[in-house]
């Protein structure tokens, strides 16, 4: 059982000061310094262990085998369950009450939920960015994070021989992480080249700890002889019933493409927020190169009242980021619910919060997506995986002349299978030209799966 000290019944409302959605690095340090100011705070996880991405928990043999995982994590999630934070793990925030601020909740035994607070804190963190390209679908393609899941938490190796590809830093302690639990890393492959001397790059200069971490990451591929690649892209994924082969091409086709034997690919274009729960509770959000961010007022402040959103949620910035925004809403919340002791944020904690933004702006610039690899998608490329829906159809219906994006969804049902677009939205959206704005589909319920009893309601005892 994951719901601590839980005296309700299944199906009461539960009201609370602050309930905050996400045990991730945001969600901790917010819910540990309201709770150390007095408030009185739930906290929601729809995973099993607190933790969220960074700190994700090693479990049973592998624990005993191989020790803690990020103990600076486990130290986090004791500090929070000892400050009389209420942990509700298990815990999926589907939807929103028709007060729009209600949040109902799937309970452990997919019993219904309700909780009331003054203050709703959002850090449910972001979604490693997937693009289509054919055969993605196939078995033994993942994301980098799943492979790194497996590979650090699991001790499992996410195949014998893979390709590493998409964009961003983070792609080399993904590959680092396969070296190390035995998988053959065939080559990096990055559609960006963020390692070659130029302007952009200078910027980083003044980030010297982030670039000798990076070092480090490049050192162990190039003893390892691991080719890192730089302008080249996945664009085909083949293997009768699971990936067999992949092949890649330069940007802008200069040289002759290549191909991996491999029995897996690792491949993402970066991060990007997760933004359903804020849009459901009345947030405002804008399209940033094809992704939404919540307007916040830079102390994770929304446009709705006594909404909130923090890490990675708010904007993607990496681990130390979260924390320290976090701390920094944390802080917001407690001026605006005149909690005693609430006080300005330190000014060392502004300013390192500062220094991280201002380098993820850096990466940001460095391994941006290039709009090339939606736009030059064949016709039968699958995009929506849910309900096998290809690029041909999608740009079909949206020749027609619907209005927006909404009318194609409609038409062809791309983004309305078991992820809800998570996955396939951005694409879709890119792909709908002709229907105007590349804003995603608008958040709808349920945000997340969640059985029709509880949708309705009901507990399980009332529909057996
Ligand atoms: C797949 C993946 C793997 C990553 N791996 C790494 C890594 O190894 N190293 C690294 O530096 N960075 C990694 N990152 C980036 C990393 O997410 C951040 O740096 C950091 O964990 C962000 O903290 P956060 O608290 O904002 O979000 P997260 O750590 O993502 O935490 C968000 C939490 O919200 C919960 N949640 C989401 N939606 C709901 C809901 N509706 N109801 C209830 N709970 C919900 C999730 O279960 C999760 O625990 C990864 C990101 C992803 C997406």
């Not at 994700?56 to 934070?85: N, Y």
């Not at 591929?221 to 664009?235: C, E, H």
């Not at 990936?243 to 890649?248: A, G, K, N, T």
């Not at 997760?274 to 919540?294: H, I, K, M, S």
Request: net charge neutral; proline share 6%.
């Amino acid at each position: 059982m994951s719901v601590d000290g839980d005296p309700r019944p299944a199906g009461a409302i539960e009201r609370c000061d602050v309930a905050v959605v996400g045990g991730g690095p945001a969600g901790l340090s917010a819910a540990l310094h309201l709770a150390r100011l007095g408030a009185y705070v739930i906290l929601l996880d729809e995973a099993e262990e607190l933790g969220g991405q960074y700190f994700k928990r090693r479990q049973g043999s592998v624990l005993a085998k191989h020790g803690d995982f990020r103990p600076e994590g486990t130290s986090l999630i004791s500090a929070v369950r000892a400050s009389g934070v209420r942990c509700w793990t298990e815990c999926s925030v589907w939807g929103v009450g028709e007060d729009e601020r209600t949040l109902l909740v799937a309970g452990p035994e997919d019993e219904p939920r309700s909780v009331s607070a003054r203050a709703v804190l959002v850090a449910t963190g972001g979604y490693e960015r997937s693009i289509p390209f054919s055969g993605w679908q196939l078995p033994g393609v993942v994301t980098p994070g799943y492979a790194l899941h497996l590979a650090t938490c699991d001790r499992i190796p996410v195949g014998q021989r893979a390709v590493v590809a998409g964009t961003g830093p983070f792609l080399l302690p993904v590959s680092c992480a396969l070296l190390d639990v035995g998988v053959e890393v065939a080559a990096v492959v990055e559609v960006n080249r963020p390692y070659r001397p130029s302007l952009r790059v200078a910027a980083a200069l003044a980030h010297p700890a982030r670039l000798a971490e990076f070092a480090s990451y490049r050192a162990v591929l190039a003893r390892r002889k691991v080719p890192l690649l730089q302008g080249w892209q996945v664009v085909e994924a083949n293997g009768s019933g699971a990936l067999e082969r992949v092949r890649i091409e330069s940007v802008g086709g200069r040289e002759a493409g290549r191909e991996y034997d491999v029995d897996a690919l690792a491949v993402a274009y970066g991060f990007r927020p997760a933004t359903e729960l804020v849009r459901l509770l009345g947030a405002r959000c804008e399209v940033r190169q094809g992704d939404l961010f919540p307007r916040t007022d830079g102390r994770g402040r929304t446009t709705a009242e006594g909404v909130y959103v923090a890490g990675e949620s708010a904007g993607i910035a990496g681990v130390h980021v979260a924390r320290l925004r976090g701390e920094v809403t944390a802080a917001s919340i407690a001026a605006d619910l005149g909690l005693p002791g609430a006080a300005e944020p330190a000014r060392a904690t502004l300013r390192r919060l500062r220094r991280g933004e201002a380098f993820s702006a850096v990466t940001a610039d460095l391994y941006p997506v290039p709009d090339s690899l939606i736009s030059g998608l064949c016709d039968g490329t699958v995009i929506c995986r849910c309900e096998g829906v290809t690029a041909g159809q999608i740009r079909a219906a949206d020749a027609v002349g619907w209005n927006d994006r909404n009318s194609v969804k409609g038409a062809t049902r791309a983004g309305m299978g078991p992820c809800q677009g998570r996955e396939c939205a951005p694409a879709v959206a890119a792909l709908c030209g002709a229907s105007g704005s590349t804003e995603p589909f608008p958040a709808r319920m349920p945000i997340k799966p969640v059985p029709i009893r509880v949708a309705m309601g009901e507990s399980a005892e009332e529909v057996s």
